[in-house]
């Protein structure tokens, strides 16, 4: 069993529970940087004007899919120190428990200053930025709630991501990722696509 761990993928900060293996947690790294570079090539092209659906739709290429409501997992109530307005809407979105591990995972990116100075820039540089909370599903897959906020990016200064900020826009939603599928078809394909990229977007954080 893993212990928890968290990483910067790009301008997305991504927790992983205990229980995913470290190969299903380089699976949804990769996923999510290709999704991100796809994604930040549309927009600088100024071929996309709606990220989070352009972003969500090269996920869905990937291996994601939305969940049906029946399969949300709501929280019995919430958890009454969460204070940050991210965590709430993932906790409400999906359950405390991925509130909890991405609540673990803000906490360290605050202290370590290369990732989190990665993060703000790619932030910057597109005035988004995504929080990944992921937790293990059946049958090998993983869910993740996909939260994105856009923001001015005079906004995005120094520690933002810990101080009250002007959201223009907020979506959220939990996603399931088949990780086997991502393995079998493109993950050759797609580490290949990103050996020049991947160490400086990849920033692993321990929990």
């Given at each position: 069993m893993s212990t928890p761990q968290a990483a910067v993928v790009g301008a997305g900060l991504m927790s992983f529970s205990s229980g995913l293996t470290p190969q299903q947690q380089a699976s949804v790294k990769l996923a999510a940087l290709i999704a991100e570079r796809d994604t930040r090539d549309a927009l600088d092209k100024?071929?996309?004007?709606d990220w989070y659906s352009y972003y969500k739709r090269k996920l869905m290429f990937y291996g994601w899919d939305a969940l049906p409501a029946s399969e949300v997992h709501w929280p019995?109530?919430?958890?009454?120190?969460?204070?940050?307005?991210?965590?709430?809407?993932?906790?409400?979105?999906?359950?405390?428990?991925?509130?909890?591990?991405?609540?673990?995972?803000?906490?360290?990116?605050?202290?370590?200053?290369?990732?989190?100075?990665?993060?703000?820039?790619?932030?910057?540089?597109?005035?988004?930025?995504?929080?990944?909370?992921?937790?293990?599903?059946?049958?090998?897959?993983?869910?993740?709630?996909?939260?994105?906020?856009?923001?001015?990016?005079?906004?995005?200064?120094?520690?933002?991501?810990?101080?009250?900020?002007?959201?223009?826009?907020?979506?959220?939603?939990?996603?399931?990722?088949?990780?086997r599928l991502f393995d079998q078809e493109f993950r050759q394909r797609v580490e290949a696509n990103l050996q020049a990229v991947a160490l400086r977007e990849i920033h692993d954080l321990v929990l």
């Amino acid at each position: 069993m893993s212990t928890p761990q968290a990483a910067v993928v790009g301008a997305g900060l991504m927790s992983f529970s205990s229980g995913l293996t470290p190969q299903q947690q380089a699976s949804v790294k990769l996923a999510a940087l290709i999704a991100e570079r796809d994604t930040r090539d549309a927009l600088d092209k100024d071929l996309i004007q709606d990220w989070y659906s352009y972003y969500k739709r090269k996920l869905m290429f990937y291996g994601w899919d939305a969940l049906p409501a029946s399969e949300v997992h709501w929280p019995g109530q919430e958890r009454p120190d969460i204070v940050d307005g991210a965590l709430r809407t993932i906790a409400a979105i999906a359950g405390s428990e991925y509130a909890t591990s991405m609540g673990l995972a803000m906490d360290r990116l605050r202290f370590a200053r290369a990732a989190l100075a990665h993060f703000e820039q790619r932030t910057k540089d597109t005035g988004v930025f995504q929080l990944l909370p992921c937790l293990p599903a059946r049958n090998g897959c993983i869910d993740m709630v996909l939260y994105q906020e856009s923001l001015a990016r005079v906004e995005v200064t120094a520690g933002f991501l810990y101080r009250q900020r002007q959201r223009l826009t907020v979506k959220a939603e939990l996603v399931r990722f088949n990780t086997r599928l991502f393995d079998q078809e493109f993950r050759q394909r797609v580490e290949a696509n990103l050996q020049a990229v991947a160490l400086r977007e990849i920033h692993d954080l321990v929990l």
